[in-house]
């Protein structure tokens, strides 16, 4: 009996040993093998799918490996991507990288490819990168005074934090190159030195770095305390007392600051140090204004309070409205009159303060309102317009007649006494009267106007190049002569033409001191 059962025993055993091996034999005939990867290589023919060690974001790749056929994600730097298996084999599979926030991956997992399928993960470490992307600008200095900085100096050593930083083909502060042979690069910034000179900045990139790579490129905006820039003078020939404003940038720990050779020392600069502003004491010479700051200095190209200085023998000087050889009015022609605002002015031209004091003899030139198409141009005597010079004025030495009209100007000093928002100022000589110049500071765009005044006394500036034909919106004349003749010596008149639709309000204006000097 008990040989029996011993035998019996014996047989559902080894059934169930049977059984075990083939549920353990199906289990791994069904076993899915984890991805592998092994490495990166273009996704191009051949010969340029070669083995890389950078991916950028955008960038088709083939990833190699094993078992790569059954993976249902991929990621790049944590970010997924969009996969499609029709381009997947067990050892390749094709992908491209997505758009990746860098900012907001973690540090450890910025340049890690991670593929996952059934059978597991597989991770594989190589360089990511996209467009540059500055988060913050730190010293270049040892822990703890690495801190966060927020004005830049030229000559200043920083470190520029942020991501894909590596590589970079320009960097540039205002627009001025730094030396990319001195940049020291890691994972996460650049360390690069500020240029020592920052002249020639370009106003447009005021306070950018612009940061390039391969990839692309990013502007972070930074207090950058360049050398001063002076882009215009409200008046360069101010009298004792006027107030003058300079516009421009970098008005910042000022040193000096001298104007037609004299030293300003009571000035105010604006919060946002674009605007210097100051009365202007009594003058004795034509002069630059310069401005030397901690972080250069600048020198304007052309004198102020040149109108007595001009040249020797009266070159440039087309009308100052004194009494002497340029005098320059040719008298009459409508509502323009002479004044004076010397108090010891006896008899004619009469004394008025109206316009303010120290100018002595001006003009003020009156219109009415203006219908559409309507002007007060007439050629000879007459008309409603302000005839300048009718003795013919030198404008340029005769070497340089020949000169694009972009180096020289006419400057002349105006005040607005009555809003002006409409009627065109234009200006045409007796040589060429097909050539206009138009000046239209009311005008914002074809759209759009403002009523302008004036706060006192401002210089204008007309180029020569705004001679243009057409009505003064068409080709701009090639070389002065073009307006003045061989001679260089011509009369111009000045008058309002009303190109709108509308009828124009009534202008006022005081006018003093037409010349032409070098820009």
Not at 57 to 80: I, K
Request: net charge negative.
């Amino acid at each position: 009996m008990k040989n029996r059962i011993d035998k019996y025993t014996y047989y559902w055993q080894a059934i169930f040993l049977a059984a075990v091996i083939l549920f353990v034999g199906a289990c791994q005939k069904d076993k899915v093998e984890p991805p592998v990867i092994t490495g990166v290589v273009n996704y191009a023919a051949s010969p340029n799918d070669t083995a890389v060690t950078t991916i950028q974001t955008g960038q088709w790749v083939v990833l190699l490996g094993h078992h790569l056929s059954g993976v249902s994600q991929v990621y790049f730097g944590s970010v997924p991507a969009k996969i499609n298996t029709a381009l997947f084999a067990d050892e390749s599979l094709v992908v491209q990288l997505p758009d990746i926030q860098f900012e907001s991956v973690p540090a450890d997992e910025l340049n890690t490819v991670t593929a996952i399928s059934e059978g597991g993960t597989a991770t594989f470490n190589i360089n990511i990168i996209g467009v540059p992307l500055i988060s913050r600008v730190r010293n270049n200095e040892a822990s703890p005074n690495d801190t966060v900085v927020h004005v830049l100096y030229p000559g200043d050593e920083i470190n520029i934090v942020g991501y894909s930083l590596q590589n970079a083909t320009e960097i540039l502060f205002q627009g001025i190159a730094a030396d990319l042979s001195k940049v020291v690069y890691t994972d996460t910034s650049a360390i690069v030195q500020v240029p020592a000179d920052l002249s020639g900045s370009q106003a447009s990139l005021a306070n950018t770095i612009t940061y390039s790579t391969a990839v692309g490129s990013t502007n972070f905006s930074i207090k950058i305390v360049g050398p001063p820039v002076i882009s215009y003078i409200s008046l360069e020939v101010p009298h004792e007392g006027d107030l003058v404003h300079l516009y421009g940038y970098n008005f910042t720990s000022i040193q000096s600051f001298t104007f037609a050779g004299t030293e300003i020392t009571d000035y105010e600069v604006s919060a946002d140090e674009s605007v210097l502003s100051f009365v202007s004491p009594a003058l004795s010479q034509s002069g630059p204004v310069e401005i030397i700051t901690q972080s250069g200095s600048f020198t304007t190209a052309y004198n102020v309070n040149d109108i007595a200085f001009i040249n020797s023998g009266g070159v440039g000087i087309l009308a100052n409205m004194e009494w002497g050889d340029y005098f320059g009015w040719g008298w009459g022609n409508g509502d323009v009159s002479l004044w004076s605002s010397d108090p010891n002015t006896t008899g004619w031209p009469s004394y008025n303060t109206e316009y303010g004091v120290g100018y002595s003899m001006y003009l003020v030139y009156k219109s009415g309102p203006l219908e559409a198409g309507e002007d007060g141009y007439l050629e000879g005597w007459g008309g409603n317009q302000i005839l300048i010079n009718d003795a013919g004025g030198q404008w340029v030495p005769t070497e340089n007649l020949d000169d694009s009209g972009d180096n020289w100007a006419m400057k002349f000093e105006m005040k607005v006494i009555k809003p002006w928002s409409g009627g065109t100022l234009c200006i045409r000589t007796a040589n060429a009267s097909n050539y206009i110049a138009r000046y239209e500071p009311w005008k914002v765009s074809a759209s759009k106007t403002i009523p302008v005044t004036t706060d006192g006394w401002q210089t204008v500036t007309i180029p020569l190049s705004s001679f243009r034909l057409d009505d003064g919106e068409g080709d701009p004349i090639s070389k002065i002569t073009d307006i003045v003749g061989s001679s260089g010596k011509t009369y111009f008149r000045i008058y309002l033409h009303n190109y709108r639709n509308s009828t124009t309000d009534n202008f006022e204006a005081a006018f003093d001191n037409f010349r032409v000097v070098r820009r």
